[in-house]
């Protein structure tokens, strides 16, 4: 399995922080945009190297995709 890097080519592990690099809407949160810089505390690695999962303020469950953080 190869490992799950971050934008910035940093290798991310489960419980790592990460910040946003742009603003993201969330599909399906009826309207939930998350911003640039909000920080996201104890991600969690998913099979595929390229998305994350965390929990946000009003997002539980969040699938996120590596271009768009970077470790914190």
Known sequence: ???TRDSNGAI???GDSVTLIKDLKVKGSG???LKRGTLVK???LTGDPDEIEA???KVRG???RTEFVKKA
Do not use: C, E, W
Request: proline content about 0%; glycine content about 6%.
């Open 42 to 44: 104890k991600i969690r």
């Open 55 to 57: 929990n946000v303020d």
């Open 12 to 14: 991310l592990a489960d």
């Open 31 to 33: 309207g939930v945009t």
């Open 1 to 3: 399995m190869s490992d």
């Open 62 to 64: 969040l699938v996120l």
